[in-house]
Structure formats: C-alpha cells, structure tokens
C-alpha cells in the first residue's frame, strides 16, 4: 500500500512557471524525500528534509514540510522543458527502515 | 563512481518459468533494496538487504526471494511467473548506516511475462 498520496496526478505548464506538487503521509517520518523518474528509467534522488525541519532549498528546488498536517509541498521555480519527468514523495517511516513511495506527480513543462 | 547497474535491462518470459535479475550496487554501499513499480500499484516495496542479511520485506508472495552477496551484490527470483509480475524491478543501493540515506537506483529490469 502506498503511504503518501500525491496532488495533482498531473500537471502541465509553460517553461519558465513554477511547479508545486504536494504530498500527505499517514504516519510518523524521520524524513521525507523527493525523487524524478525520466519514463522507463530509474529514480533519482532530489532532496530529503528531516521531520525537524521545515524548510529546505536546493538549486530551484523548495520542499517544506509540515509533520502537524503530515503533509510536504515540492517547489520547482522558473521550470525547464528538462524538468518534464514524474516527481515522487518518499517516506522514511520512525517505525522501520524502509522508504514507501507515493503515486507519483507527472509533471509536463512545454516550451 | 560507477552507478547502480541492473541486469538484464529487458526480459520476456513465459508463465509458469522462473527469472533471476541482478543487480550491482555502488561501491561501498552495503545497502540493497528492490522495487516493483507498475502503473496500477505505483512503487512497491519488495525487501532489503544489508550486509548479505534480510532486514525488511514487503507484502509479495513467498514466490519472491532474494538474496545478497559479500560483495553487496544482490539478485532476486521470482518463481512461478504470472502475467500480473509484468512490471518494471527497480534496485537501489545506499549506504544505509544512518537514518536518511537517500536511494540511488538502477534504471530497472522491464521484466514482460506472456
């Protein structure tokens, strides 16, 4: 079963908007992480922020989180025709060592 | 350093036959995990690995095993094929000694069962 779920499912937009995709889990995290899937190939990881964090920042990428609504946005600015790829949450869960992915956001940036 | 390296990269196979995938991690990582990820299911944990040890598995039927070697190395069998195990096997290696190790995947096995 999937831990996190993922809105929107879709999201299509011109090159030079922002994105934001969000994010909800259902139990207590030690982090939470973001990944990109480019179609038929493996995931790569993006940025992890700890659940006493808030905040974090890398490049043009802005995720924040919020562990009292269990919930996580993902922020892309100025976006590229490069960034089109699937973006997933990923949570590492306090009750063991695995990380259980969400659905997944597929993200379409058009030039 | 050299990626995640999955082998094969594609496999067709019948029902009823069993498949071996491979997977060579980064050097130094001591962690393996694999993933099954279809478009119905998304990203399904199957089970991990440290230290030639089993330490996590998911929900998929004892028809799945795995294993992991002294060199990190790892491969999974899946026995008995049923069309539904058509899917895209994800690995993933990490150093695993602390909590927040990110996952550094392989580009995946697209196993075709017909």
């Known amino acids: 079963s999937q831990q996190g779920e993922e809105d929107p499912q879709a999201l299509s937009i011109q090159e030079g908007e922002n994105a934001t995709m969000n994010c909800s889990y259902k139990?207590?995290?030690?982090?939470l992480q973001w990944y990109r899937q480019n179609s038929g190939r493996g995931l790569v990881h993006l940025i992890l922020?700890?659940?006493?964090?808030r905040e974090k920042h890398s490049g043009r990428l802005r995720v924040t989180l919020d562990t009292s609504k269990k919930s996580s946005s993902l922020l892309i600015t100025a976006s590229r025709a490069a960034d089109t790829a699937s973006y997933f949450c990923?949570?590492?869960?306090?009750?063991?060592?695995?990380?259980?992915f969400g659905e997944g956001t597929q993200l379409t940036v058009n030039p | 350093k050299a990626g995640v390296t999955q082998t094969p990269r594609y496999l067709i196979k019948t029902r009823g036959q069993q498949v071996t995938l491979s997977c060579s991690p980064i050097s130094g990582h001591r962690s393996v995990s694999w993933y099954q990820q279809t478009p119905g299911q998304g990203l399904q944990f199957l089970f991990e690995y440290f230290s030639e040890t089993q330490r996590n598995k998911g929900n998929f039927p004892g028809r799945f095993s795995g294993r992991q070697f002294s060199n990190s190395r790892s491969e999974m069998n899946v026995s008995t094929l049923e069309l539904g195990d058509s899917a895209l096997y994800l690995c993933?290696?990490?150093?695993?000694?602390?909590?927040?190790?990110?996952?550094?995947f392989g580009n995946g096995t697209r196993l075709t069962v017909t």
């Open positions: 139990t207590s995290i030690n982090n």
């Open positions: 993933a290696s990490s150093r695993k000694e602390t909590v927040g190790s990110p996952l550094h």
């Open positions: 990923a949570t590492e869960e306090t009750s063991g060592s695995r990380l259980t």
């Open positions: 922020i700890r659940s006493n964090e």
